[in-house]
């Protein structure tokens, strides 16, 4: 059964780069099945999507956020990271990483847990 | 983008069905069978209920059915029970290759 799992610092200072990994478990992030994707949710507010990977690096970006979003990959260690760049208290939210189905686009599924990450100084 | 057009709230009582409308345009729901729903239970990551439109995923109820009529996709919950209270939010594929999601929809079970 497969377990995703977000780590990563809770707070960041506004300005700086927000980093967050994903641990995927009980299967491979190398699956030719599964792309893997990052979503996000203001407190209290509705869920935005950030972006996609896939195992071989392609990457796809949320438009709105496309300037300042990282997404990358380690098989060596079965895990996918984002990179959010330039951090204003708007970024602050609730951050879920998700399997993603067959296609970037698509649907997500599992979800971790998600991890709060706040910008404040 | 533009989100998805949800209701804010929608409510019911045990055993009533209820639907939750999501509203886009030709250029997403309207025009791709990629709309997915979500369940989210406070404190809660959301979990995928329905995919590509009327798909349920295994261990998911029957109770639970989509469907689409032009640029507007349709979660409906039969035999509504108290553990379908939650956030209900949809997204959909769109012609600008991305991913978009409604606001989300607050379903209060009387």
């Known amino acids: 059964q497969l377990q995703l799992q977000e780590s990563g610092p809770g707070l960041v200072k506004p300005s700086e780069t927000l980093s967050l990994t994903c641990t995927v478990s009980?299967?491979?992030?190398?699956?030719?099945?599964?792309?893997w994707g990052w979503i996000r949710q203001p407190p209290g507010k509705g869920v935005e999507w950030i972006g996609t990977?896939?195992?071989?690096?392609?990457?796809y970006y949320n438009p709105s956020l496309k300037s300042r979003v990282t997404i990358s990959v380690d098989t060596s260690k079965n895990q996918f990271s984002l990179n959010l760049s330039s951090v204003t208290a708007a970024d602050t939210a609730v951050y879920y990483c998700?399997?993603?189905?067959?296609?970037?686009?698509?649907?997500?599924?599992?979800w971790g847990q998600g991890t709060l990450v706040t910008v404040s100084s | 983008q533009s989100a998805l057009t949800q209701p804010a709230s929608v409510s019911g009582s045990p055993g009533q069905s209820i639907t939750i409308s999501c509203t886009g345009t030709?250029?997403?729901?309207?025009?791709?069978?990629?709309v997915s729903w979500y369940q989210q239970k406070p404190g809660k990551a959301p979990k995928l209920i329905i995919y590509e439109v009327a798909n349920r995923p295994s261990g998911v109820s029957n109770r639970f059915s989509g469907s689409k009529s032009g640029n507007t996709a349709s979660l409906t919950i039969s035999g509504l029970q108290a553990e379908d209270e939650a956030d209900y939010y949809c997204s959909s594929y769109t012609s600008s290759s991305t991913l978009v999601f409604g606001g989300g929809t607050k379903l209060t079970v009387l």
């Open positions: 990977i896939y195992y071989s690096g392609n990457t």
């Open positions: 009980g299967g491979s992030l190398s699956s030719s099945s599964y792309y």
């Open positions: 998700a399997g993603a189905g067959p296609s970037p686009y698509n649907w997500f599924d599992p």
């Open positions: 030709s250029s997403d729901v309207g025009g791709y069978n990629y």
